[in-house]
Structures are given as C-alpha cells and as structure tokens.
C-alpha cells in the first residue's frame, strides 16, 4: 500500500532511460561522423561510386535512425509512470501504410541507384585491351595465372593438378601455350589499365576480397566468374579469401600489387623468362 503510492510518478527511471539512450545515439553517430573505424581509401572509380552509394544510405538511414530513437525517448519521457490508468490503443492503419511505403520507396530507389556500380564490375564485357588474369582458389592459397606473350592462356589437365610438383593449376605439360603461363602466389596489376578477373575455384567456395577495389566475389567451383575494374592508384593492398572455407581460411591471403605499366611489362618479361629458360 505504501510502495505503490511513493513510487508512482517518479520521473527518475524515465530520465534515466532517455539520457542511456540519446547517449548511445550520440557515440553511434559521433563514431560514424568521425569515421574512428573506416574504409581504407577505394582504388578504382567504382569503388568511389560504392561509396557515394554507402553515404546516401547511411545519411538516409541514419536519419531516420536518429529520428526514431529521440521520437522514443520522447514517448518514454511523456508517457512515464503518472500514476494514470493504461489505455489500450490498436495502432493506426493509415501510419503504417505511410511508413512503409517510404521505407519500400527508399529501399528500392537505393537498390536501382545502386544497380549501375554492381553492374559495372559483374555484368559489363571487359573493356579493349583489358589485361586478363585467372584467380583460383584452392584451401587455403590463391593462384594467379597469366597469359603467354601471345596473350593465350593454355589448356588445364584436372589429373595433372598437383601443386607437390609446382603445377597447383594443372597446366597441361604437352601444351606449349601452356608452359608460357605464368602462376604466382601473389597478384601483379598495372595501374590505369582495364582488368579482367576470371575466379574460379578448385574445392569449395572462397572469395575474392580486397577491401580498397571494394570488391568481394564469390569463386565457385566449377563456375568461371568475371569481374572488372581499373585501378587508379599504385601501392600493395592485402587479397583475403571472405568465405569460411575450411580449417585453414584465416590465413588464405595474398598481396595484390599494382605498378606502373612499364614495372609490370618487366615483370611479366621476366616471368616468361624464367618460364622459357625452364627454370
Ligand atoms: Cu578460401
């Protein structure tokens, strides 16, 4: 009898609750604003368009994020514990209808805006004078293969995969095209030069991540996939696989790096070297 009347219209816990929350809201958005744990800086033009994309919708989001959450603390703090009866209330039909749609209008503006980028890197050809690679994934390693100086790739032999004897790829021994493929653990890319990725894998699923071309793509086995970019700035960037895949993922990773056309024109010169001296 005595507790029930002391402790109603207190306005303490609902304070209380109200600074908690707009609290939380503000480190959330503080942190967001500040970018304390951001993006590397994105190498290619598409990875600029993914994250003109990324703002929009986190501005968008954040928002309405933002709106919710001081629109709550509100109803907390005006709606606290008076001592008044409850009243039950059955919602507004007409509110949710309106919310909805914007939220349906927003999501799929977003999702179409967004279209163009996704497409650029998955369904556009490669652009002329692209310089293919073939990336496979295996566990728990990737592999790069490069073209012959006639810019051929030659044929692949399942049965000869055998990674024991240096040939992780298969590349069949009687296929001179074959022999003149480099494969190298890491990725060498020149600079401001169309790209051409082919993924595939060798076991199970694995994918292809490198967080500054903003760029992750499954390899499927059996599956070819290609994906598309240029890069526009030189510098070494870390290849991480970003599918559990097996015991070993955490350390299936390699080094993409991108050079000069001239530095990658005597690299891959040297690789074929190397490859036509037998070594
Ligand atoms: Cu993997």
Redesign the pocket.
């Known amino acids: 009898m005595l507790s029930r009347k002391s402790s109603t219209g207190s306005a303490a816990p609902a304070v209380l609750f109200v600074i908690v929350l707009l609290l939380l809201v503000g480190s959330t958005l503080y942190f967001h604003i500040a970018k304390t744990w951001w993006f590397p800086p994105s190498i290619t033009p598409v990875g600029n368009q993914i994250d003109q994309q990324f703002f929009i919708t986190f501005v968008l989001t954040g928002i309405v994020f933002v709106l919710a959450q001081v629109a709550l603390a509100w109803m907390i703090f005006r709606y606290r514990d008076h001592g008044q009866k409850a009243k039950f209330v059955r919602g507004n039909h007409a509110l949710e209808v309106i919310w909805t749609t914007i939220t349906l209008v927003i999501f799929v503006g977003l999702g179409i805006m967004a279209a163009r980028a996704w497409g650029e890197v998955h369904f556009g050809g490669p652009a002329p004078g692209a310089l293919e690679v073939e990336v496979t994934?295996v566990?728990?390693q990737w592999n790069f293969r490069y073209p012959g100086p006639d810019g051929k790739f030659g044929r692949i032999v399942t049965k000869d995969i055998d990674a024991s004897v240096g040939n992780p790829l298969g590349l069949d021994p009687n296929d001179p095209e074959a022999k003149l493929n480099p494969v190298s653990p890491d990725l060498y890319l020149p600079v401001n030069r169309p790209i051409e990725l082919m993924l595939r894998s060798q076991d199970v699923i694995?994918?292809f991540f490198v967080r500054e071309l903003r760029i992750k793509q499954d390899a499927v086995p059996g599956l070819v996939i290609p994906i598309h970019f240029e890069i526009d700035k030189t510098g070494d960037y870390e290849i991480t696989?970003n599918?559990l895949?097996g015991l070993g993922?955490y350390h299936?990773h390699a080094m993409l790096h991108v050079m000069s056309q001239a530095d990658f024109d005597q690299w891959e010169k040297k690789q074929w070297a190397s490859l036509e001296s037998g070594q």
């Open positions: 994934g566990q728990f694995h994918s696989c599918q895949c993922h299936m």
